[in-house]
């Protein structure tokens, strides 16, 4: 646990101006639409043309991660992508971010520098510039938000409220891995904590533990549609779990669906941890989340097209609202979706 | 306190998409350059041929604001105000805010609603639409993160860095009022830690109050600056103390600077709590902080007009690198000037 690490250089050392300086050396820009960057009251940008896309997403320890098992590192990388993601399920182009944290007094400068670290890394993988941010600390807990700036043209941008009847659905990559690590990683903790003399047993688990960790936001499918010139007629990321995001798909749109079990793509270690905990791996993939896979529908002419798109699997299509929304299990009973979203003021 | 309401309702009774759809209801759109709101990955904006601005700021709960007596109301007004007064201080007009919290369960829905009602207000009075956002529970603390974004043409941006020698150094209102309001707060706050049956005294401090809990960001300024058709050679807005501020200026755009301890404005009841507290009233102007004015720089001939402006003041002018940072004192002595920023990691 990094926080508690007692041996590095304690943050009052630096001051306020003395911690910005410090983090901002690192810090390169490679956008030319970034005209100014850190170190004004506000960054300046220049997006002549395009549409400006704009989001933003909060991480909240003991909520969103628990940093007994979470490196510092992977939590920046995670914090950049999931607000990338949110941007290329706009089919746009994440240019910009702001992060802000708040940490705690036991933090060092050394662990803050693990977080950058993973920003850092995470900015550079997606190609975006870190123009500002408020670093502060926090008297409980670390917060970590990033706000997220991309550019489309108008034309390009996918929203969720363009399903057509009769439109392809697609996912990409394999759901329900994410949390299925977040499984693992949470009995392997509850073990620990009873008796810490057995060491977590991880092994042969590591795409699920990646996935949870350290996931990935989908540039290349983003970019293999361009590519394709395709323009899907909706689009969403999957964070919280195929279900919900569908269904949010079809309201917004004002359709229905129909989705197959048997096409849902799940990856053979989701498959068994889910055997492992008496658990329906379909249930990982339907309610599960944080798989920053995007979902997005596409008219049923492109079906070809799509085909030839790596990591891209068709798994229903849309239909009339007064069909619902629904799924053909592997019994052929047909199963109603619902809209789960984070249920974390309840429990 | 409100957060201890335990009569109003349970959060957890409407779930993610309910509070989201709850808390939509009341959010209104008026920019032209808002295409898409709240309700998809990502808001969409349209700032043709204009630059785009950015800026941040994080508020944790026990380090920018303490619950016992900041009203919710007025904290989510304040989370607006002082990120709107950094895209003012780039001379720029904001345009749309992203809002993300994390409220811990004891927040009932009611005191949800107290702090998105003075979110409204505060974007109904600085004409900013909420485009964005995120709502998550926390373990802890009470956290608000706001992002603005605004629009400008390149040639009316004002930058720390321009200020040339011989330029007026210029501030708006008056200054020290907020932490001379935070000072009488936190007094009231221990007498009656050590004695509930005292009820706080806060009669005849109504400005220093109103100036800590709700501070209000100088759009009046910025429209008078763009009608006189003035372009500040460089601006900040006061967040951390009027030496600090003046610092930054003074570093980003290699200058050196005189001021006069006697011009620098402060109101009626900031002397008469530093009198109270025994300490000197230009400490609170030159080092507190939460001020929200603007501190900017005008060439040499733009005094007239700059005098014409209700509100602004000349303190003081831009010299060279080689003559240092001072102020000139009552007394005539030289006093150097000096960065600090927040210091709470080394409280």
Redesign the interface.
Known sequence: MQENNTQGTD??TL???G?IKHLSKSIKLNQTST??GI???????????K????????L?????FDLMYTPLRHLGYKAIVVNVS??Y??N?EPK?V?V???IS?RFTLEAIDEIYEGINMACEKYNVDL????T??????L?I?V????EAD?DQ?A???GAKVNDLICVTGDLGAAYAGLQLLDREKRIFENNPNIQPDLTGHDYILERQLKPEARKDIFESLQDAKIVPTS???ISDGLSSELFHICE?SNVGCQIYEEKIPIDYETHKMAEELNMNYSIFALNGGEDYELLFTVPLDKFEEIEKIPDVKVIGHICDASKGKYMVARDNTEIALQ?Q??????E
């Open positions: 943050i009052s001051g306020e101006f911690l005209l100014k170190g004004d009251d506000a960054a300046v940008l220049n997006q002549s043309g549409k400006t896309i704009v989001t933003t997403d909060l909240v320890e003991g909520i969103h949110d941007v399920a706009m746009a910009q702001t802000s944290i708040a007094k123009v500002g941010g408020d502060t600390s926090s008297l409980t807990g917060c938000s706000t997220a700036i991309g108008e941008l929203y969720r409220s689009m969403i990321d917004e809209a979203g984070w249920t974390n003021f309840t």
